[in-house]
């Protein structure tokens, strides 16, 4: 586990709504949280929806009213020796202030703070925020618009904020997300290979397109997919990919995790 007492700032982003971002953020968090030995927090900022914190309203809501989650919740709490991860709602402008309030006024030694951005750079203090991540993780999908934008976004921050040290950004890694399995996988390769002739970095890991990732708790009592207060179930790892994406996450930022498959 990282010795270092300033936790990094880490943010999924993309410039179009619907690519995954609220969903990779949460999938990340509760995988790192709740299966490793790490501490995370949130800063939920995408306002006006919040939709980290209202998740979490959600799983609350469900834990209270299902004997199943709330047993399960018992007994992952009874083990654990850290409370469930904190989340923070926040504007734009004041994300960073409000996670060095986080860090102050919590009893945790935080080991990463992630933060869900609005997808638009026309929101006030967006690029001064975006600014201060430590690494950029942006989600992108083979639709024409979402790769446009996404792809305009990243060369313009790299060229400009990166590059020149403007940024406290180390780096900024294009992940592919909702990868429909029917399509040749020769398509993904010569979209990657573009993205990088431009000298921009993408993932190896390429996550599916994928009912399981919109899955969150529910009456039928199935294995726990997207949660703010449970991980992944193990038996969904391996299938999702996800898996596979935090061991490459897990050594672009310098975390010590075991593959949990």
Same mark, same amino acid.
């Given at each position: 586990?990282?010795?270092? %007492?300033?936790?990094?700032?880490?943010?999924?982003?993309?410039?179009?709504?619907?690519?995954? %971002?609220?969903?990779?953020?949460?999938?990340?968090?509760?995988?790192?949280?709740?299966?490793?030995?790490?501490?995370?927090? *949130?800063?939920?900022?995408?306002?006006?929806?919040?939709?980290?914190q209202?998740? $979490?309203?959600?799983?609350?809501?469900?834990?209270? #009213?299902?004997?199943?989650?709330?047993?399960?919740?018992?007994?992952?709490?009874?083990?654990?020796?850290?409370?469930?991860?904190?989340?923070? @709602?926040?504007?734009?402008?004041?994300?960073?202030? +409000? /996670?060095?309030?986080? *860090?102050?006024?919590?009893?945790?030694?935080?080991?990463?703070?992630?933060?869900?951005?609005?997808?638009?750079?026309?929101?006030?203090?967006?690029?001064?925020?975006?600014?201060?991540? !430590? &690494?950029?993780f942006?989600?992108?999908? /083979? !639709?024409?618009?979402?790769?446009?934008?996404?792809?305009?976004? /990243?060369?313009?921050f790299?060229d400009?904020?990166?590059?020149?040290?403007? #940024?406290?950004? %180390?780096?900024?890694?294009?992940?592919?997300?909702?990868?429909?399995?029917?399509?040749? @996988?020769?398509?993904?390769?010569? &979209?990657?290979?573009?993205?990088?002739?431009i000298?921009?970095?993408?993932?190896?890991?390429?996550?599916?397109?994928?009912?399981?990732? $919109?899955?969150?708790?529910?009456? %039928?009592?199935?294995?726990?997919?997207r +949660?703010?207060?449970?991980?992944? !179930? $193990?038996?969904?790892l391996k /299938?999702? $990919?996800?898996?596979?994406?935090?061991?490459?996450l897990?050594?672009i930022?310098?975390?010590?995790?075991?593959?949990?498959?």
């Amino acid at each position: 586990m990282t010795s270092q %007492k300033q936790p990094l700032f880490i943010a999924f982003t993309t410039q179009k709504g619907g690519a995954g %971002k609220t969903t990779l953020t949460v999938l990340t968090a509760s995988y790192l949280h709740y299966l490793t030995g790490y501490r995370i927090g *949130i800063i939920d900022c995408d306002y006006p929806q919040h939709s980290v914190q209202e998740m $979490r309203e959600r799983d609350i809501k469900q834990i209270e #009213a299902n004997n199943y989650y709330a047993s399960l919740a018992e007994k992952q709490f009874a083990s654990l020796d850290k409370p469930i991860y904190p989340i923070e @709602t926040s504007t734009v402008a004041d994300a960073i202030s +409000s /996670a060095h309030k986080m *860090i102050a006024d919590y009893d945790m030694e935080f080991n990463i703070i992630f933060f869900d951005l609005p997808g638009t750079l026309n929101t006030s203090g967006f690029i001064e925020t975006i600014s201060e991540m !430590d &690494y950029i993780f942006s989600p992108i999908s /083979a !639709d024409r618009m979402v790769l446009e934008s996404s792809l305009s976004f /990243a060369q313009a921050f790299n060229d400009m904020y990166i590059k020149t040290g403007n #940024a406290k950004t %180390k780096s900024l890694h294009l992940l592919w997300n909702l990868v429909d399995q029917r399509e040749s @996988t020769e398509l993904y390769d010569e &979209y990657t290979t573009l993205i990088e002739s431009i000298g921009l970095l993408t993932l190896e890991t390429r996550l599916p397109d994928s009912k399981r990732f $919109r899955k969150e708790l529910s009456v %039928k009592n199935k294995a726990i997919f997207r +949660s703010t207060l449970f991980p992944i !179930d $193990r038996t969904q790892l391996k /299938a999702s $990919r996800m898996s596979d994406l935090m061991q490459e996450l897990a050594q672009i930022i310098g975390l010590d995790i075991n593959n949990l498959d």
